[in-house]
């Protein structure tokens, strides 16, 4: 088991920002991985929010593009997700993700989040 832990959800007003972290080091000790950010709404629907992989290259699900961006600092062994312009949809608990087969890189990897490793989760509340 691979231990991820997330940090710094909250609630915010519709337009506010939100800067969520993932303690990730155990994953980090693997050359090849895909890591990121799953979310899963009010009424438990899962959505694959954004991905990025060991060379850096991030991947996004289209609600988020040009609000959420996805970033790394592998010396902290620390994955971010900055979240600008929040809207009451992007409501939900959300959880860092790894998938650590090494088969996937680029944009496949953020369709293989759900099926790897996930965290326990911080809730993120945006109200109109």
């Known amino acids: 088991q691979v231990q991820l832990v997330e940090s710094g959800g909250g609630s915010v007003e519709a337009g506010g920002s939100l800067t969520l972290s993932c303690e990730a080091s155990?994953?980090?000790?693997?050359?090849?991985?895909?890591l990121g950010w799953i979310r899963q709404s009010p009424d438990k629907q899962v959505e694959e929010v954004a991905s990025i992989d060991h060379d850096g290259t991030a991947t996004y699900t289209d609600s988020v593009k040009g609000r959420f961006t996805i970033t790394q600092d592998v010396a902290k062994n620390t994955l971010y997700l900055q979240m600008n312009n929040l809207r009451p949809d992007d409501t939900g608990m959300y959880f860092c993700?790894?998938?650590?087969?090494?088969?996937?890189?680029?944009?496949?990897?953020?369709?293989?989040?759900?099926?790897?490793?996930w965290g326990q989760g911080t809730q993120v509340n945006v109200s109109s």
């Open positions: 155990e994953a980090y000790r693997y050359r090849y991985y895909c």
């Open positions: 993700a790894a998938d650590l087969t090494g088969r996937y890189s680029g944009s496949w990897c953020i369709d293989r989040l759900e099926t790897g490793y």
